[in-house]
């Protein structure tokens, strides 16, 4: 894979949170921008001031600094899953390029979203800010970093059951290593949304939390026969650096 930096754009995505392109600018000591590559590309530190986003490579920086300047943290974001250990995770100070995820109305005010147990597969569940998940919208993915600064970045993926449970109009949300096959999620404004071909909702925003704090997208309408041991929720990003009550 040669690359000349002279060669290069750097074609800035007009749109919050749609991943850099192959080719373009996606870190370096001043960058302000987006740091998530498309999938399979890696983000690839050319020197202090500009890395870009490179099909297929790796997602840690390759070419080890001349000067004795360390590198400091790895930008995570690369879709990329291996079977490294998550280790410790993110951690609580929210990583470049990722979100916090929570609820801002009773019963779930400012409980995030994280899973069960944290850092690893299982039911997606509204719970404590200290266990708060960082996640991002990639492609219609909703992923979740589960690697550690300066390991190879480890994602997980929301996957939501095409079987309906609860009162037939609920669809479980389980984090996977395998991408989700069944429907988009995306941002409406800060709130997360879920639309599939073919599935008709009132409200692409509707959420139920429900016994265990378990997330289930709400094909109802909100606040409408809402089932018992659930409460409706919408959910919403949040950005500050750390994850709060
Ligand atoms: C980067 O930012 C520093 C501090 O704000 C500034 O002094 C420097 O000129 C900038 N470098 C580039 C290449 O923009
Ligand atoms: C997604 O969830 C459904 C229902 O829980 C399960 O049958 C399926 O195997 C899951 N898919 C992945 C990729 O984990
Ligand atoms: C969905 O429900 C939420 C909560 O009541 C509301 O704020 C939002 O406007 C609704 N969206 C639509 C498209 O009706």
């Known amino acids: ?39 399979g590309a890696g983000c690839v530190k050319i020197n202090e001031y500009y890395s870009q986003c490179q099909p297929g490579a790796a997602p840690v920086p390759l070419p ?31 990583q470049s390029g990722y979100l916090w995820i929570r609820g801002v109305a009773a019963p779930n005010f400012h409980k995030y979203m994280q899973t069960s147990p944290i850092l690893s597969t299982g039911p997606a569940v509204l719970g404590d800010y200290t266990k708060a998940g960082q996640f991002q919208v990639v492609s219609g993915q909703l ?3 589960v690697s550690a600064p300066g390991e190879p970045v480890k994602l997980l993926y929301a996957n939501v059951s095409e079987e309906r449970s609860i009162n037939d109009m609920s669809l479980a949300v389980t984090f996977s290593e395998s991408k989700n096959t069944y429907g988009t ?5 800060d709130d ?3 639309s599939a071909a073919g ?5 692409k925003s509707a959420w139920y939390v429900c016994t265990g704090q378990k997330m289930y997208i709400n094909l109802g309408n909100y606040l409408y026969q809402t089932p018992s041991g659930c409460a409706d929720q919408t959910i919403h990003y949040y950005n500050d650096k750390t994850a709060n009550n």
């Open 1 to 39: 894979m040669h690359c000349s930096t002279s060669a290069l754009l750097t074609l800035l995505a007009g749109t919050a949170y749609a991943a850099v392109g192959d080719w373009q600018q996606c870190g370096g000591k001043n960058w302000s921008g987006e740091t998530t590559c498309n999938a």
């Open 64 to 94: 080890e600094p001349i000067s004795s300047a360390k590198p400091t943290t790895v930008s995570p974001g690369t879709p990329v899953v291996t079977t490294t250990p998550s280790g410790t995770g993110p951690g609580r100070t929210l």
């Open 143 to 145: 992923v979740q970093l």
């Open 185 to 189: 999620f995306a941002w409406g404004g």
């Open 192 to 194: 997360l949304q879920w």
């Open 199 to 203: 599935v008709n909702r009132p409200n």
